[in-house]
């Protein structure tokens, strides 16, 4: 089946720094891609809908400047979160749809903040 | 309002226990696909299940069962026969053909934790 990967599974950075996660699909060709963020012992909250060649669309209350993303080919998108605090730490899971609703997940991005 | 609802937070079987998992979603969309996604401690989701709307039959897959009843809104996950590893958190999940191509609306998820 389809793979998505994510990049990197783990980081930790010090508050105030910039982090860049990757998501890639690996084998099909994705025009869109949806970013989630998951806090413990909840559930998946999706932040923004990448789409190649034009801006993301975000959801409310998802501040588009402190998550900015990017969708540079129909393989790539990035999801980098600027000026990192604590309250950023979370765990980001990208998707990417195939072409009959079916949905392919990257294993997802452990952030930690400092 | 929520568009899938997992009443069940948590639960707890003890091995070898039968466990039913409640999903219930709302929609106004004729054509829709529901999910079931399994998250292990280690937060990578696998995909169990993908059912569309107009197909209500209900689907075996060895210990895993679902049952899907449009009158109901209702897509319920069993797992018969529960063995450890099958302690997770539990997603049900929709999409709605209307929407944006693979916007998935996720329940709050259910943990099941089977006991030895």
């Known amino acids: 089946g389809a793979v998505v990967s994510q990049h990197p599974s783990r980081v930790i950075c010090k508050s105030g720094t910039s982090v860049k996660i990757e998501c890639r699909s690996l084998?099909?060709?994705?025009?869109?891609m949806f970013w989630y963020r998951q806090f413990p012992k909840q559930s998946l909250m999706l932040m923004a809908t990448?789409?190649?060649?034009?801006?993301?669309?975000?959801e409310q209350g998802v501040e588009k400047d402190k998550f900015l993303i990017n969708h540079a080919s129909l393989t790539l998108s990035t999801l980098t979160v600027t000026s990192a605090h604590p309250e950023d730490s979370s765990f980001y899971i990208c998707s990417a749809p195939g072409a009959s609703y079916e949905q392919y997940f990257g294993p997802g991005t452990r952030l930690t903040v400092t | 309002a929520q568009k899938v609802t997992q009443a069940q937070t948590e639960i707890s079987v003890v091995e070898k226990e039968d466990v039913t998992l409640d999903c219930v979603y709302e929609t106004r969309d004729t054509t829709y696909y529901l999910f079931w996604y399994k998250q292990p401690p280690s937060g990578e989701l696998v995909f169990l299940i993908r059912?569309?709307?107009?197909?209500?039959q209900n689907e075996i897959s060895g210990r895993y069962s679902w049952n899907f009843q449009k009158s109901t809104s209702s897509f319920n996950f069993t797992i018969t026969a529960s063995q450890v590893v099958d302690s997770a958190v539990y997603f049900c999940a929709l999409i709605e053909r209307g929407s944006t191509l693979g916007r998935l609306y996720f329940g709050r998820g259910t943990q099941l934790t089977v006991w030895p």
């Open positions: 990448s789409n190649e060649g034009s801006k993301a669309t975000y």
């Open positions: 059912r569309n709307s107009f197909d209500e």
């Open positions: 084998d099909f060709q994705a025009t869109t």
